[in-house]
């Protein structure tokens, strides 16, 4: 669409016109826009507001960095950046710029960017009548002789008038005389000469010279004139001229063509004989300059030769002007004219100009975005101006054909940063000339990083072990985390997801070192107390949007060998425990068997067992992995009744290094089982008996209290809580969690805030009586352990190797009393035993254990702890 829109800048310079050509594309990238300006106009002349022309937004002319393409900027025009105002800065001389072309043009790209938009500006410089016509010669001399016949010609130099279209040369003028007169022919090129043409003939003797003025008058308003002197000399008469083969001739050459390559071969002939018939060849005077330059002829033959570089692209058609003169005396000349049309050779390569380039784009941008705008132009003509234009290589990015000879790079795809970074674009341009020709130019174009990649960790979980009692502090590993992007985008940052361990903040048990991932401990960690524990963290960039990805990491604490074994059977008074071996006992003889369990796991929690002291003559010999003691041989008939044996029993763990504990038993010499057992069960009846009364009395009252409290609890807990109804009920009680159950349960207790009902109370048996002679009393509850390392620590827990300690001492038949508000006492299984020696000493019967600890036996303190 061509719209023809008139400037008000023409109020001041009535020739100024503008020319606005709108060019919409689908990227609506490029338009064009042609204004007209004066020559010789004075520094500041308004040519136009580029702006306003074209509907842009002036407030965002600086915001999107309107400029010029510095490749098509002119020292005669400025555009003010922050208007778009295009003026005149320097005066224009259109024949200094463009010669004698008929139209003279200034280009001018500007552009703006976000989005790329760019605008060719034309603007054509209007010639103004500021040259008058002027021959080459102030005089110009021409003699003819004087037998010339009527209607002869003779071409006269021309003037020259650098100004074009109307303003150039538009005829000549001559005095008016009764002799000539002027035939004013224009050439092809359009270009005007005269040719003085004899009115009348010459009579050397009435006047020998003749004298005119020659006036040159070009178009303009007013027109202007350039004058010479005409002098016309009278000759004698020769009597025949030169004659030409015909009055023009046409050759073609091809351009570049060597210099010496002829041209023509010109032919004159005159019938005259000697001087009068021998004929010089030259140029004609108005000929121009140009021609002499480029082509040379010989005098003597008539010969046209090549003398300089003819190119098409210069002028595509040149015309000489040849006269032929005898050298006879008034020789009259004869003219002809030898037109050279210069063929077009394929010697221009394309010319590949980049108007403006995108120095990065980003790997977001959609399909489509403009890149780069190039021009492509080819000086040849015809098949050899034809220019293909293509981009070299496997790249995302293709050409749009724009306007004219203009092209767009735009990405032909989605672009991955993290996969190429920057891409080396070369366009290629080839014509279809024989041979063809071809150039290519390169950018370099970058791509932006766009956050698009979550950081990823090296490992979705991480297996992190720390060795118990570790230092608080302490490094414990670090989680990688690896983000293809760059910059912002890939600067990581590392956390740990808040949650919940043993009711308490992960954030108390480990931290992590934000900017390297590295993971330390804040607490020394307790095997026995935690096995494992797992929390998440998560890695996130410092792009916008911020991008995350989380890992699991599982902390598995690595047992130490940090306790010592405790020994939980047999038990005894005072640190010793008293076993019974009769007399007659034989070899293999079980006299007892000893229990002890260790906190730790593994290899540190495997046991042995070995006799370190007392087992003089290798009396006894101890099982190393079942603990039990056994005689050796059978007792010495010669020994003493009442010589005892004291012996040391050493346990000892599997670790690094191995810890250890002992036992002390006193081995006692007995006739029999029955009479040991008798002993001591007469011994703890009786103190069981004298302690029965209390204790029912502190069951009856502990029962009612417990029971008033229980009852008091429910009712505040069905207040405040009426849709919660259920009870969770704590039972410590268990067969699994008999042995020192004691203070892990009252720590249990208060931690977890059970309410109590009649359904705690459980009752068990302290003591177990074995039947048959030959074999041992082994109690199944635990109050200490003798000579153990760590006496003040207590477990809640069990081993499956201590399990099956204990389960072997539970297989014996045991007797429970069931009713703990009939009886307060505990009624031992008697087994054949000996006399009162031995009461008050031995740890195996219950009661005796209930008498030193206040008169209560161990069911009772099962009872009396559990709800205390």
């Given at each position: 669409?061509?719209?023809?829109?008139?400037?008000?800048?023409?109020?001041?310079?009535?020739?100024?016109?503008?020319?606005?050509?709108?060019?919409?594309?689908?990227?609506?990238?490029?338009?064009?826009?042609?204004?007209?300006?004066?020559?010789?106009?004075?520094?500041?002349?308004?040519?136009?507001?580029?702006?306003?022309?074209?509907?842009?937004?002036?407030?965002?002319?600086?915001?999107?960095?309107?400029?010029?393409?510095?490749?098509?900027?002119?020292?005669?025009?400025?555009?003010?950046?922050?208007?778009?105002?295009?003026?005149?800065?320097?005066?224009?001389?259109?024949?200094?710029?463009?010669?004698?072309?008929?139209?003279?043009?200034?280009?001018?790209?500007?552009?703006?960017?976000?989005?790329?938009?760019?605008?060719?500006?034309?603007?054509?410089?209007?010639?103004?009548?500021?040259?008058?016509?002027?021959?080459?010669?102030?005089?110009?001399?021409?003699?003819?002789?004087?037998?010339?016949?009527?209607?002869?010609?003779?071409?006269?130099?021309?003037?020259?008038?650098?100004?074009?279209?109307?303003?150039?040369?538009?005829?000549?003028?001559?005095?008016?005389?009764?002799?000539?007169?002027?035939?004013?022919?224009?050439?092809?090129?359009?270009?005007?000469?005269?040719?003085?043409?004899?009115?009348?003939?010459?009579?050397?003797?009435?006047?020998?010279?003749?004298?005119?003025?020659?006036?040159?008058?070009?178009?303009?308003?007013?027109?202007?004139?350039?004058?010479?002197?005409?002098?016309?000399?009278?000759?004698?008469?020769?009597?025949?001229?030169?004659?030409?083969?015909?009055?023009?001739?046409?050759?073609?050459?091809?351009?570049?063509?060597?210099?010496?390559?002829?041209?023509?071969?010109?032919?004159?002939?005159?019938?005259?004989?000697?001087?009068?018939?021998?004929?010089?060849?030259?140029?004609?005077?108005?000929?121009?300059?140009?021609?002499?330059?480029?082509?040379?002829?010989?005098?003597?033959?008539?010969?046209?030769?090549?003398?300089?570089?003819?190119?098409?692209?210069?002028?595509?058609?040149?015309?000489?002007?040849?006269?032929?003169?005898?050298?006879?005396?008034?020789?009259?000349?004869?003219?002809?004219?030898?037109?050279?049309?210069?063929?077009?050779?394929?010697?221009?390569?394309?010319?590949?100009?980049?108007?403006?380039?995108?120095?990065?784009?980003?790997?977001?941008?959609?399909?489509?975005?403009?890149?780069?705008?190039l021009s492509v132009t080819d000086r040849d003509a015809e098949q050899n101006g034809q220019i293909h234009v293509e981009i070299l290589g496997d790249v995302p990015f293709k050409?749009?054909?724009?306007?004219?000879?203009?092209?767009?790079?735009?990405?032909?795809?989605?672009?991955?940063?993290?996969?190429?970074?920057?891409?080396?674009?070369?366009?290629?341009?080839?014509?279809?000339?024989?041979?063809?020709?071809?150039?290519?130019?390169?950018?370099?174009?970058?791509?932006?990083?766009?956050?698009?990649?979550?950081?990823?960790?090296?490992?979705?979980?991480?297996?992190?072990?720390?060795?118990?009692?570790?230092?608080?502090?302490?490094?414990?590993?670090?989680?990688?985390?690896?983000?293809?992007?760059?910059?912002?985008?890939?600067?990581?940052?590392?956390s740990i997801l808040e949650c919940d361990i043993q009711g308490m903040s992960v954030k108390t048990y480990v931290s992590i070192n934000e900017e390297t991932g590295y993971l330390?401990?804040?607490?020394?960690?307790?095997?026995?107390?935690?096995?494992?524990?797992?929390?998440?963290?998560?890695?996130?960039?410092?792009?916008?949007?911020?991008?995350?990805?989380?890992?699991?990491?599982?902390?598995?604490?690595?047992?130490?060998?940090?306790?010592?074994?405790?020994?939980?059977?047999?038990?005894?008074?005072?640190?010793?425990?008293?076993?019974?071996?009769?007399?007659?006992?034989?070899?293999?003889?079980?006299?007892?068997?000893?229990?002890?369990?260790?906190?730790?796991?593994?290899?540190?929690?495997?046991?042995?067992?070995?006799?370190?002291?007392?087992?003089?003559?290798?009396?006894?010999?101890?099982?190393?992995?079942?603990?039990?003691?056994?005689?050796?041989?059978?007792?010495?008939?010669?020994?003493?009744?009442?010589?005892?044996?004291?012996?040391?029993?050493?346990?000892?763990?599997?670790?690094?290094?191995?810890?250890?504990?002992?036992?002390?038993?006193?081995?006692?010499?007995?006739?029999?089982?029955?009479?040991?057992?008798?002993?001591?069960?007469?011994?703890?009846?009786?103190?069981?008996?004298?302690?029965?009364?209390?204790?029912?009395?502190?069951?009856?009252?502990?029962?009612?209290?417990?029971?008033?409290?229980?009852?008091?609890?429910?009712?505040?807990?069905?207040?405040?809580?009426?849709?919660?109804?259920?009870?969770?009920?704590?039972?410590?009680?268990?067969?699994?969690?008999?042995?020192?159950?004691?203070?892990?349960?009252?720590?249990?207790?208060?931690?977890?805030?059970?309410?109590?009902?009649?359904?705690?109370?459980?009752?068990?048996?302290?003591?177990?009586?074995?039947?048959?002679?030959?074999?041992?009393?082994?109690?199944?509850?635990?109050?200490?352990?003798?000579?153990?390392?760590?006496?003040?620590?207590?477990?809640?827990?069990?081993?499956?190797?201590?399990?099956?300690?204990?389960?072997?001492?539970?297989?014996?038949?045991?007797?429970?009393?069931?009713?703990?508000?009939?009886?307060?006492?505990?009624?031992?299984?008697?087994?054949?035993?000996?006399?009162?020696?031995?009461?008050?000493?031995?740890?195996?019967?219950?009661?005796?254990?209930?008498?030193?600890?206040?008169?209560?036996?161990?069911?009772?303190?099962?009872?009396?702890?559990?709800?205390?």
């Amino acid at each position: 669409m061509n719209l023809f829109l008139f400037y008000p800048s023409a109020l001041v310079f009535p020739v100024m016109i503008v020319f606005l050509i709108a060019l919409c594309f689908t990227d609506g990238a490029l338009s064009q826009i042609r204004y007209s300006v004066p020559e010789e106009a004075e520094h500041g002349t308004l040519v136009g507001n580029i702006a306003e022309d074209l509907g842009l937004d002036l407030t965002k002319l600086a915001s999107r960095r309107f400029q010029v393409v510095p490749s098509s900027r002119t020292p005669y025009l400025e555009v003010n950046l922050e208007n778009g105002v295009l003026f005149v800065n320097e005066k224009i001389d259109r024949e200094q710029i463009c010669k004698q072309s008929a139209s003279c043009q200034l280009n001018m790209e500007v552009f703006l960017e976000n989005p790329l938009e760019l605008f060719r500006v034309e603007i054509e410089v209007v010639d103004i009548n500021d040259n008058p016509p002027s021959f080459p010669e102030t005089d110009i001399i021409v003699e003819i002789s004087e037998s010339a016949t009527p209607g002869t010609r003779f071409p006269l130099e021309s003037a020259f008038d650098p100004d074009v279209g109307s303003n150039a040369l538009r005829t000549y003028d001559i005095t008016t005389n009764n002799y000539f007169y002027l035939d004013v022919q224009t050439q092809t090129d359009g270009n005007k000469f005269a040719e003085l043409v004899l009115e009348k003939p010459l009579d050397r003797e009435q006047q020998a010279a003749h004298r005119y003025v020659l006036t040159a008058v070009d178009g303009g308003q007013p027109p202007r004139t350039g004058t010479a002197l005409l002098v016309v000399k009278v000759l004698d008469s020769n009597d025949n001229v030169p004659v030409f083969e015909q009055p023009v001739y046409t050759v073609s050459l091809s351009e570049n063509v060597p210099v010496g390559t002829l041209v023509i071969q010109l032919n004159a002939t005159d019938l005259d004989e000697g001087l009068n018939g021998e004929i010089v060849y030259s140029f004609s005077n108005h000929i121009s300059s140009r021609v002499k330059e480029l082509f040379g002829i010989d005098p003597r033959t008539g010969r046209i030769e090549v003398r300089g570089e003819v190119d098409f692209e210069e002028s595509s058609l040149y015309q000489i002007f040849v006269q032929a003169k005898d050298l006879g005396p008034n020789a009259v000349p004869a003219h002809c004219k030898v037109l050279v049309k210069v063929a077009d050779v394929n010697d221009n390569a394309p010319e590949i100009t980049f108007s403006t380039v995108t120095e990065s784009v980003s790997e977001k941008a959609a399909p489509g975005t403009v890149i780069a705008l190039l021009s492509v132009t080819d000086r040849d003509a015809e098949q050899n101006g034809q220019i293909h234009v293509e981009i070299l290589g496997d790249v995302p990015f293709k050409l749009k054909s724009s306007f004219r000879n203009y092209f767009t790079i735009v990405t032909d795809g989605l672009l991955n940063r993290e996969q190429a970074d920057s891409y080396s674009v070369t366009v290629v341009a080839r014509d279809k000339g024989t041979p063809s020709l071809a150039s290519s130019k390169s950018i370099r174009v970058q791509v932006s990083d766009e956050n698009d990649n979550a950081p990823t960790f090296t490992q979705s979980v991480y297996d992190v072990y720390v060795t118990e009692n570790n230092v608080p502090g302490a490094y414990i590993h670090a989680v990688t985390a690896l983000d293809p992007d760059i910059g912002q985008n890939a600067l990581i940052t590392y956390s740990i997801l808040e949650c919940d361990i043993q009711g308490m903040s992960v954030k108390t048990y480990v931290s992590i070192n934000e900017e390297t991932g590295y993971l330390y401990a804040l607490r020394s960690f307790d095997y026995e107390q935690l096995k494992d524990f797992t929390f998440m963290v998560r890695a996130k960039d410092s792009g916008a949007p911020e991008l995350s990805s989380n890992a699991t990491v599982k902390v598995i604490i690595v047992d130490q060998n940090d306790n010592a074994p405790l020994v939980l059977a047999p038990l005894g008074k005072n640190g010793t425990a008293k076993e019974p071996l009769p007399r007659s006992a034989e070899p293999g003889y079980l006299v007892t068997r000893v229990v002890a369990m260790d906190a730790d796991d593994g290899e540190n929690a495997r046991l042995s067992y070995s006799i370190q002291r007392g087992n003089d003559n290798g009396m006894f010999r101890m099982d190393w992995r079942t603990g039990e003691l056994r005689t050796a041989r059978r007792v010495s008939a010669k020994r003493d009744p009442h010589q005892q044996y004291d012996l040391v029993i050493e346990v000892r763990d599997h670790g690094q290094p191995p810890l250890s504990s002992s036992a002390s038993i006193l081995v006692m010499l007995v006739d029999s089982m029955a009479e040991g057992r008798g002993v001591g069960d007469k011994v703890g009846t009786s103190k069981a008996k004298d302690g029965a009364l209390d204790l029912t009395l502190i069951l009856i009252i502990a029962l009612g209290s417990v029971s008033f409290i229980f009852l008091l609890v429910m009712i505040v807990l069905a207040v405040r809580c009426q849709k919660d109804k259920k009870l969770n009920i704590y039972t410590c009680l268990t067969s699994d969690c008999f042995l020192g159950c004691n203070s892990c349960c009252s720590r249990q207790g208060r931690s977890r805030k059970k309410k109590l009902s009649k359904a705690d109370i459980m009752l068990v048996q302290s003591t177990v009586n074995v039947s048959g002679p030959g074999t041992a009393q082994v109690p199944v509850e635990e109050s200490g352990s003798f000579g153990s390392h760590h006496q003040n620590q207590n477990y809640c827990y069990q081993t499956k190797h201590q399990r099956t300690e204990l389960s072997y001492l539970v297989e014996r038949p045991r007797r429970v009393n069931s009713s703990a508000f009939q009886e307060a006492d505990l009624v031992s299984s008697k087994d054949s035993g000996h006399g009162d020696s031995e009461q008050g000493d031995s740890d195996h019967d219950a009661t005796n254990r209930g008498h030193s600890s206040g008169k209560i036996s161990v069911p009772h303190l099962f009872f009396f702890s559990h709800f205390i």
